[in-house]
Structures are given as C-alpha cells and as structure tokens.
Nanobody, 130 residues
C-alpha cells in the first residue's frame, strides 16, 4: 500500500522560504510521478508543481521561478522548495503520487490536476503573512 507522509509547513513572512518534504512508502519510488497541490478554503485544489519519473518537471505559472520540485531516490522522498513566498501562497499543501504507467506521454506538457493522482499526503499548512 502506497503511503505519503509530508512535513515542513509553517508560517513565514513575505519573501521567506520553506521546504516541504514527502516520504513515500510501499512503492517502487522511481516508477512514480509526483506532484504538489495547494488548497485554500472555498477553492479547488490547485496543482503547483509536478515531476515525471524520468525527470521532466512542470510548474503553475504562479510559482514558476520561485518553487522547485525535486526528489531523493535513496531517501524515497520528494520535496518542494518554496522561495520568495507571498501571501497568496498561503494554503494547505498536499503531496501526491501516481504510478508512471497511468500517464500519457509527455503528460507534464498538458494540463494536469488532482484527478491524475491516486495517492495523497495528509496536507501541511503554509501561512505567509507579515
């Protein structure tokens, strides 16, 4: 059974940084695609960053250049490094995973959303305020 456990949320001032982590258990780590989503009350869950098992990445326009998704295969952990955080980045952040065979070719070049991923972390709160 695939399980995801995330950590690293918190409160920062605008311009600050946070690094979220998501440990994946119960799977062949290198055969999965990963993503980070965020959600604020009253809005749909928004994808912010995703990575393909072979390396390509995709970012929402709102975070491109500020957020970086990466992974450590030895630790079976993937990350979201968030720099220059702004108040509009506030929300609950979720990590997600899905086996790479369930995606079309070059999926990262197409719109992707929460329906593409079956496995989820519990969510961690990120608050950006002065």
């Amino acid at each position: 059974m695939v399980q995801l456990m995330e950590s690293g949320g918190g409160s920062v001032q605008p311009g600050g940084s946070l690094n979220l982590s998501c440990v994946v258990t119960g799977s062949t780590f290198t055969m999965y695609n990963f993503a980070w989503f965020r959600q604020v009350p009253g809005k749909v869950r928004e994808g912010v960053a995703a990575s393909d098992s072979d390396g390509p990445t995709s970012y929402a326009d709102s975070v491109n250049g500020r957020f970086t998704i990466s992974q450590d295969n030895a630790k079976k952990t993937f990350y979201l490094q968030m720099n220059n955080l702004q108040p509009e980045d506030t929300g609950v952040y979720y990590c997600a995973a899905e086996h790479d065979t369930n995606f079309i070719a070059q999926w990262w070049l197409q719109p992707w959303n929460e329906e593409d991923f079956d496995y989820w972390g519990q969510g961690t709160q990120v608050t950006v305020s002065s």
